[in-house]
T-cell receptor, first 111, second 117 residues
Framework: GENVGLHLPTLSVQEGDNSIINCAYS??????FIWYKQESGKGPQFIID?????DKRQGQRVTVLLNKTVKHLSLQIAATQPGDSAVYFC??????????FGTGTRLQVFP | GAVVSQHPSRVICKSGTSVKIECRSL??????MFWYRQFPKQSLMLMAT?????????EQGVEKDKFLINHASLTLSTLTVTSAHPEDSSFYIC?????????????FGNGTRLTVT
């Protein structure tokens, strides 16, 4: 099936540092992208979104960058905190309103 | 706002039995809901799109007769795993959105952990 990731890549950062999580999406026709955070045993939680007519969007401590040329998204988290530890997924909105998830990255924050 | 609730959060059943999972949008109406499945350490895989008042649309490789979806009202969709087997053990998550498709994010329930013994 689509987007089956066998092993989640892991990003380890020290508390207070900035984190950058990257994602490659598959469909050049996708026009809306979302970052989700998933904690263990819970459903994904919305973080930030961006439409394809933008290349950057900022939220509270988070920034999403979109590079349509290379089909790449990134999520930047400023001053990473222990509570940011989770798995992060990018998702692209495809035709027929389907939201397809990327492989995911596990973020580990250590003191 | 935009709360999606799932029930039960955990269920254990014996092989061959059926299990029903409910997904409710608590503070908005949803003509469309989406069901995902997630295996350990993997991403979410879209199983099917639940359409209020009409048949669900299943993704390639998902058996419609095994995973029965009913979307009887604008706030409730149910997923029934029929004749469950151990390989159906997984984390099932539903989602819906209150806004316009392609311009608002899906909101997810907290999932249902199904264990088939």
């Amino acid at each position: 099936g689509e987007n089956v990731g066998l092993h989640l890549p892991t990003l380890s950062v020290q508390e207070g540092d900035n984190s950058i999580i990257n994602c490659a999406y598959s469909n050049s026709a996708s026009d809306y992208f979302i970052w989700y955070k998933q904690e263990s045993g819970k459903g994904p939680q919305f973080i930030i979104d961006i439409r394809s007519n933008m290349d950057k969007r900022q939220g509270q401590r988070v920034t999403v960058l979109l590079n349509k040329t290379v089909k790449h998204l990134s999520l930047q988290i400023a001053a990473t905190q222990p509570g940011d530890s989770a798995v992060y997924f990018c998702a692209e909105n495809m035709k027929a309103d389907k939201l397809i998830f990327g492989t995911g990255t596990r973020l580990q924050v250590f003191p | 706002g935009a709360v999606v609730s799932q029930h039960p959060s955990r269920v254990i059943c014996k092989s061959g039995t059926s299990v029903k999972i409910e997904c409710r949008s608590l503070d908005f109406q949803a003509t469309t809901m989406f069901w995902y499945r997630q295996f350990p350490k993997q991403s979410l895989m879209l199983m099917a799109t639940s359409n209020e008042g009409s048949k669900a649309t299943y993704e390639q490789g998902v058996e419609k007769d095994k995973f029965l979806i009913n979307h009887a009202s604008l706030t409730l969709s149910t997923l029934t795993v029929t004749s469950a087997h151990p390989e159906d053990s997984s984390f099932y998550i539903c989602s819906a959105r209150p806004g316009v498709p392609g311009n608002s994010p899906l909101h997810f329930g907290n999932g249902t952990r199904l264990t088939v013994t």
